[in-house]
């Protein structure tokens, strides 16, 4: 467990900022979150396990959309259990040109809600796999000691470059390579974590 404080302190040694100079408690806290923003979208880039959760949707017979989680960031899939099948995803494109679908065969997104075709008949369950959008928004000075970091610390490094970063462009400075030793961590770092996702076997029947 480690908390915004600690991260905070972190990306300081790299500002040489410790005696809190130049950078105020806030200032940091703000960079803070913009560095869990960019995380997000790039552990969904990498397809990471670890930052993935299962929602359960349950549908409403001939209704065909449910809201998706308030969390929700984007989606690694949607399943129907009842049939062991994935939803087909589709594009508005693909969406307009469906001309008749089984029931629960297809999906889309739109705003908040996920809409489907053909429209469920009945109640049941729908699992959704999907990349959360963490709440910062409660992150302030006074509270950083006890807010904790997202992922369970596993992205702190990464994020205390990026907000490094984002504090050298603020004052000026050449932060091109940085930037560039960055983009090699997340590489490194997100490539690590990628192969210990669990690797399933596609066969049916005996081996």
Same mark, same amino acid.
């Given at each position: ?6 991260l ?5 040694? $790299?500002?040489?900022?410790?005696? $809190? ?19 997000? *979208?790039? *552990?969904? $880039? ?5 930052? $993935? ?11 065909? #959309? *449910?809201? &998706? ?6 989606? /690694?899939? &949607? ?9 087909i995803k589709?594009?508005?494109? /693909? ?8 029931? *629960? ?7 908040? /809600?996920? #809409?489907?075709k ?9 699992? &959704?796999?999907?990349?959360?959008k ?27 470059? #990026?907000?490094?970063? =984002?504090?050298?462009n603020?004052?000026?400075? /050449? ?9 090699? =961590? ?9 192969? =210990? ?9 005996? =081996?």
């Amino acid at each position: 467990m480690t908390f915004v404080s600690n991260l905070i302190d972190r990306t300081r040694l $790299k500002l040489n900022d410790a005696a $809190k100079s130049r950078w105020e408690d806030a200032d940091m806290v703000a960079m803070a979150q913009e560095a869990v923003e960019r995380v997000e *979208l790039v *552990l969904a $880039k990498f397809d990471i396990e670890f930052a $993935k959760e299962r929602a359960t949707l349950t549908t409403v017979a001939d209704q065909d #959309y *449910l809201p &998706l989680p308030a969390d929700f960031l984007t989606d /690694n899939g &949607l399943y129907r259990p009842a049939t062991s099948t994935e939803l087909i995803k589709c594009n508005s494109d /693909n969406w307009e040109r469906i001309i008749s679908a089984g029931e *629960l065969s297809h999906w889309i997104i739109r705003g908040t /809600n996920a #809409y489907f075709k053909g429209t469920p008949r009945s109640a049941e369950d729908l699992y &959704l796999y999907y990349y959360t959008k963490n709440d910062t928004g409660s992150w302030t000075a006074t509270t950083m000691s006890t807010d904790e970091t997202p992922w369970g610390g596993k992205c702190d490094s990464i994020m205390a470059w #990026y907000m490094s970063i =984002l504090a050298s462009n603020v004052d000026g400075a /050449n932060w091109s390579a940085d930037q560039t030793l960055m983009r090699d =961590l997340e590489n490194r770092v997100f490539e690590t974590y990628g192969t =210990l996702g669990t690797v399933a076997d596609d066969s049916v029947g005996w =081996l």
